[in-house]
C-alpha cells in the first residue's frame, strides 16, 4: 500500500507565499507523474498543476508565473511553490501519484492524500 502524506499548508496573506510538500510512502518502484489538484468550496476539483517522472511540468494557466511544481524521485516527494497567492487560490490542495508501480507483477495505480487547506485572506 502506498500513502502520500501532504504538508505545508495555512493562512497567508493575499501577495504571500506557501510551499506544499507531498511525501509517497510504501513499495514504490517509480512514479510516471505526480501533481496537485485543488477544490474550493462548491467547485469542482481542478488541476494546478503536474510533473512527469522527466520532470515535464504541466500548469492550469490560472497559477502560470506564480506557482512552481518539483519532485524528488529518490524521496518521491512533490513540491509546490505557491507565490503571490490570491484569494482565489483559497481551497483544499490535494497531491496525487499516478502511474505508481510497487511491483512488475502487478499494474500501475494512482493514489491521492488526505488534502491540506490553503487559505488566502487578510
Known amino acids: 500500500q502506498v500513502q502520500l502524506v501532504e504538508s505545508g499548508g495555512g493562512l497567508v496573506q493575499p501577495g504571500g507565499s506557501l510551499r506544499l510538500s507531498c511525501a509517497a510512502s510504501g513499495i514504490i518502484l517509480d512514479i510516471n507523474a505526480m501533481g496537485w489538484y485543488r477544490q474550493a468550496p462548491g467547485k469542482e476539483r481542478e488541476l494546478v498543476a503536474s510533473i512527469a517522472l522527466g520532470g515535464t511540468t504541466n500548469y492550469a494557466d490560472s497559477v502560470k508565473g506564480r506557482f512552481t511544481i518539483s519532485r524528488d524521485n529518490v524521496k518521491n516527494t512533490v513540491y509546490l511553490q505557491m507565490n503571490s497567492l490570491k484569494p482565489d487560490d483559497t481551497a483544499v490542495y490535494y497531491c496525487?501519484?499516478?502511474?505508481?508501480?510497487?511491483?512488475?507483477?502487478?499494474?500501475?495505480?494512482?493514489?491521492w492524500g488526505q488534502g491540506t487547506q490553503v487559505t488566502v485572506s487578510s
Open positions: 496525487n501519484a499516478d502511474g505508481v508501480r510497487s511491483s512488475f507483477a502487478l499494474p500501475r495505480r494512482a493514489y
